[in-house]
């Protein structure tokens, strides 16, 4: 599978959309970064462009949708994209407190409408054109719910199980679709949470994994890998199986 030359990626201006970029970052390779901080935005181009890539930085909220196809479509009038990283997302968060409720509603509008507002300027486009990749970015915490997270895990399983009926219905019309569900990755999201995270990864280490699955156009890149195994199996036992265990380990 060829390269890409011209990459879009949301979320660009920390964690893991800082990561990816970088490692795409090389001479003939056009990034446009997405994010709402504008300073790390630049900062983040200045550090591509010294790879050698061209940079384009769009200081964009996800969860306006009007805003995002208009830039999405800009940048593929631009220059047709190759690629679509729809990376941006917010963390779990607090499932206490008298704004829960309104943390979960954002939770979902930018863990899944912000996805859905990325790819839905771009998917016409790369089916037009016969050619193309999209790449979802969901959690293996999509795979069941958990206590204290379960707007973050809603969407998260919302991401991936669209991701798959989209795969599907694009692969005929030439375009690749991956769904990425990481585990726990070293990044300011991370920082501080007050819940078990197991056989965590640095960020850059799971940007060179994602990077090599999309290359490969791995329809799911779920890692590593005894976790993905863990949530699988935590997903297929009983209801009242699985529940237990989770109160053990999460002491709920």
């Not at 409720?101 to 996805?115: E, F, P, Y």
Request: aromatic letters at 4%; hydrophobic letters at 50%; charged letters at 20%.
């Amino acid at each position: 599978m060829a390269a890409p030359a011209a990459i879009l990626i949301t979320g660009a201006s920390s964690g893991l959309g800082t990561a990816l970029a970088k490692a795409y970052a090389a001479p003939g390779v056009r990034l446009v970064l997405f994010g709402r901080d504008a300073a790390r935005l630049e900062a983040m181009a200045r550090d591509v462009r010294a790879r050698g890539a061209t940079a384009e930085t769009v200081e964009a909220d996800v969860t306006d949708q009007a805003a995002m196809a208009a830039a999405v479509t800009a940048a593929d009038d631009a220059g047709p994209l190759d690629l679509v990283i729809a990376n941006a997302g917010v963390a779990p968060g607090s499932a206490e407190g008298t704004d829960a409720a309104a943390k979960g509603r954002r939770i979902l509008a930018v863990n899944l409408d912000g996805v859905l507002n990325t790819i839905d300027p771009i998917r016409p486009r790369m089916a037009a054109r016969g050619t193309g990749q999209i790449a979802l970015m969901s959690s293996l915490a999509g795979f069941h719910g958990f206590p204290g997270m379960g707007p973050y895990t809603a969407s998260k399983a919302a991401v991936r199980v669209y991701g798959e009926a989209l795969r599907v219905e694009l692969r005929s019309r030439g375009v690749r679709v991956s769904v990425i569900c990481p585990g726990f990755i070293r990044t300011p999201m991370t920082d501080g949470a007050a819940f078990p995270m197991p056989m965590m990864m640095e960020v850059d280490s799971a940007a060179a994994v994602i990077r090599r699955g999309l290359q490969r156009g791995r329809p799911l890149i779920a890692f590593p890998w005894p976790i993905h195994l863990g949530t699988r199996v935590l997903a297929a036992l009983p209801a009242s199986w699985a529940d237990a265990l989770i109160r053990r380990v999460i002491r709920v």
